[in-house]
């Protein structure tokens, strides 16, 4: 039954270590989000895909990079994670087109930097 | 520029009590999109009412209620007779419709915490 699923829910990395964080969709909606949420704090948007076309926020730092393979799977990494980059990160996706849609969310993957 | 303020931070109660929360936006846009979601300590945010700004009739779900006022910019959301499990965070949140992507603004976010 999950729609939006993330692997891993929990992920410990070292100071600098490349991570990969991983989202999967079976909604086959055309868009998928990542946020970063730090504790107390509303969702950040990172980034965005509208179908392939990959949209940055102004502000996200180039140490987060994504990708999307096809409409089902979504990577967020991060290429030299810094004690800053601690957080829960939150997938969602969307069936976007004419009007706006919802947004729905997977369970987060909560990561520890070290 | 679009904002959604949620002035309570955290609101604590017992038990079966009701408990408000509110959410008031900005924007200049003529049509836009309301939101409500609700994050559990498990860290999931779950979605709970999308409501659009040319529908101003409230709404009830269960225990659930929302009331939308346009002439306050106000969307706020009611919990009645309340319990353990609805303590959590609760984000308010705007999104354009004019963005075919849908660019969620946040509030804040307003901390319930249920106690037995």
């Known amino acids: 039954d999950a729609m939006v699923i993330q692997n891993p829910r929990y992920q410990v990395t070292q100071f600098g270590k490349p991570v990969t964080l991983s989202c999967s969709q079976t909604l086959n909606h055309n868009v998928m989000y990542w946020y970063q949420q730090k504790s107390s704090q509303a969702p950040k948007l990172l980034f965005h895909y509208y179908d392939k076309d990959f949209n940055n926020e102004a502000d996200t730092p180039d140490n987060f990079q994504s990708r999307r393979p096809n409409t089902s799977f979504c990577f967020l990494d991060i290429r030299s994670p810094g004690l800053g980059d601690a957080a829960m990160y939150l997938c969602?996706?969307?069936?976007?087109?004419?009007?706006?849609?919802?947004?729905?969310f997977g369970p987060g993957t909560r990561l520890t930097v070290l | 520029a679009q904002k959604v303020t949620q002035a309570q931070t955290e609101i604590s109660v017992v038990e079966k009590e009701d408990v408000t929360l509110d959410c008031v936006y900005e924007t200049r846009d003529t049509t836009y999109y309301l939101f409500w979601y609700k994050q559990p300590p498990s860290g999931e945010l779950v979605f709970l009412i999308r409501r659009n700004s040319f529908d101003e009739q409230n709404e009830i779900s269960g225990r659930y209620s929302w009331n939308f006022q346009k002439s306050t910019s106000s969307f706020n959301f009611t919990i009645t007779a309340s319990q353990v499990v609805d303590s959590a965070v609760y984000f308010c949140a705007l999104s354009m419709t004019t963005d075919s992507w849908g660019k969620l603004q946040f509030g804040s976010g307003t901390q319930v915490v249920v106690t037995p």
């Open positions: 969602a996706t969307s069936r976007a087109g004419e009007r706006t849609d919802t947004q729905y």
